[in-house]
């Protein structure tokens, strides 16, 4: 945007980014690209758990920081007590404005040297290919310019560059400092991924910006049709998503329950709903979601180590040495009078204390490790529920630790359900195998014989259910005569009973896997 201050002209160009931890990489590369940072903070709601961590990723990129009050003029805004949180700044788009144009420095002239530019954005046309936002961080780039990507190791001709201004608007040149977009015929946006370094093919720059890094999944669930012939239409939709989103991650999975589907990786939670509120809305999908799950990694005992995010993929007991898990550090703001229950719920899903800091005299920060494992089901909901909508929660991954997992299998009539097995800790595994087998022998309909339920962790069974057999009554024909004739009849329907067992195999119906996929979200 053009802006003019005391008769002086300047350009100003301004990033909106996401606040949701997910997507926190993206936002510290729109913050490198950056001299300085807009802290908007809502008036009604006060400093939230997000709004630290941005600061944090702002003060690490050393950008100077305003911050700026929003929706004061709500009628549950209340200024005066976010202001003790925050500085307060003044009120109004021109005073913004003049604070950014006097408190932030302008960019360095580097125009001579070899060309450095940071993508921070980027997305797909059909038309067009790939379009990369960049910001020119040394030297000049031209309409025409062969370019290379440094991370991903591709060339390209610039057919088109441009500035935003703020709609696409097509220049020939851009110089250190700058702002801009190119198009280059790119195919994919893992050709051209967020953090990358772009320099001139023949002239390349000595070394890339730092900070690049490759997008890794971190939760993970199986995405089925529910109609088996929408198996084509969903692997095209993500096939198209992909093009958009180069962190997302998805192979074929078959399972013996739903039929044919995909094993998709996702950056989080948030990232994980809004693809398939995507597939489901933009492509007219209707999908089965299992419960998701995180990537372990499996020491073996012939020293490899194995990254598992599957229950089936798991090593065998006696090929396994240890496995860990990844722990996140979590922080969680609240009023003070939701201390208590949010500290009962860090501690009921394995966390381990770090350390609590009021600060204001009503809110504290309260600091928690925690196995991600625990936080992918319903812990953000627990928690809006606990804090009655007024708490915020901020994590962060801190690496892989080791913990006493076990894979829980159930079996019904002695044959294990892949589908339903789950990896899950071992002073959980009674209360979820107690859980799942109760659900099922409500959901599974009744058998000619008699139906063992059980939750196993190796051989040894933890929990177990049985579906009574439904019996014909032999004995109706029998009035009178001697008792040995009815044990005749009772001895051969039992032998019939033994026999069906043994050769006899339960379908286990669609709704009964849906349910107890809804349970495992809810209980692990």
């Given at each position: ?26 936002v ?34 050393n ?159 199986g ?5 088996a ?54 492509y ?85 490790e ?28 801190v690496?892989?630790?080791e ?11 002695s ?8 990896i ?58 001697d ?12 032998e019939?009973?033994?026999r ?25």
């Open positions: 945007m053009r802006y003019v201050l005391d008769g002086e002209p300047f350009c100003l160009n301004l990033i909106d980014t996401p606040g949701h931890v997910d997507f926190s990489y993206e510290s590369r729109s913050l490198a690209a950056c001299e300085g940072a807009l802290l908007v903070v809502d008036a009604s709601q006060g400093v939230e758990a997000q709004t630290l961590a941005n600061v944090y990723l702002a003060l690490e990129n950008l100077e920081i305003i911050p700026v009050l929003n929706k004061i003029d709500l009628p549950g805004a209340e200024p005066d007590r976010v202001c003790q949180e925050i500085e307060e700044e003044g009120i109004g788009i021109a005073e913004i404005l003049s604070a950014i144009i006097k408190k932030i420095p302008p960019p360095k002239d580097t125009a001579g040297n070899p060309l450095r530019a940071l993508i921070f954005d980027s997305y797909y046309d059909p038309y067009r290919g790939v379009i990369v936002y960049f910001r020119v961080i040394d030297g000049t780039i031209k309409k025409g310019d062969r370019i290379y990507f440094m991370a991903s190791g591709t060339d390209h001709i610039a057919d088109e560059i441009g500035v935003l201004s703020p709609n696409q608007l097509e220049v020939d040149e851009l110089f250190a400092g700058e702002v801009g977009y190119l198009s280059a015929s790119i195919k994919s946006v893992a050709d051209a991924r967020v953090g990358d370094t772009i320099t001139h093919f023949g002239k390349r720059a000595e070394s890339a910006l730092p900070g690049y890094e490759e997008a890794t999944p971190m939760v993970f669930c995405l089925f049709p529910v109609d012939d929408q198996f084509p239409e969903l692997r095209d939709a993500l096939e198209k998503l992909q093009l958009n989103d180069a962190a997302l991650k998805f192979e074929p999975e078959t399972s013996s329950a739903m039929g044919f589907g995909f094993r998709c990786g996702f950056l989080g939670l948030l990232h994980m709903e809004i693809v398939q509120e995507r597939l489901e809305r933009e007219d999908l209707t999908l089965i979601t299992t419960a998701p799950s995180v990537v372990y990694r499996v020491h073996c005992a012939n020293g490899e180590i194995v990254e598992c995010s599957n229950p089936s993929s798991l090593p065998e007991p006696g090929k396994r040495r240890f496995i860990e898990e990844p722990f996140v550090k979590i922080e969680m703001l609240s009023p003070k009078e939701f201390i208590g229950p949010l500290m009962e719920l860090g501690q009921e899903r394995r966390g381990i204390f770090k350390e609590m800091n009021y600060i204001t005299e009503n809110r504290a920060s309260i600091i928690y925690l196995p991600l494992a625990e936080m992918v089901g319903d812990f953000f909901d627990q928690l809006k529920s606990r804090s009655k909508g007024y708490a915020s929660m901020e994590y962060s991954f690496g892989y630790r913990s006493d997992l076990v894979k829980l299998d159930i079996q019904i009539n044959e294990p359900v892949e589908p339903l097995a789950t899950v800790h071992k002073d959980k595994a009674y209360a979820v195998g107690r859980a799942l087998t109760q659900k099922l022998k409500e959901l599974i309909p009744r058998q000619m014989f008699k139906v063992p339920i059980q939750a196993c962790i190796g051989a040894k069974v933890i929990a177990s259910e049985s579906l009574s057999a439904i019996r014909k009554d032999v004995l109706a024909k029998c009035y009178g005569g008792i040995t004739r009815k044990k005749k009849l009772l001895r051969k329907q039992a019939g009973k033994k069906m067992k043994a050769i006899g195999r339960v379908e286990v119906p669609q709704e009964a896997f849906m349910a107890v996929l809804r349970l495992e979200k809810e209980v692990i």
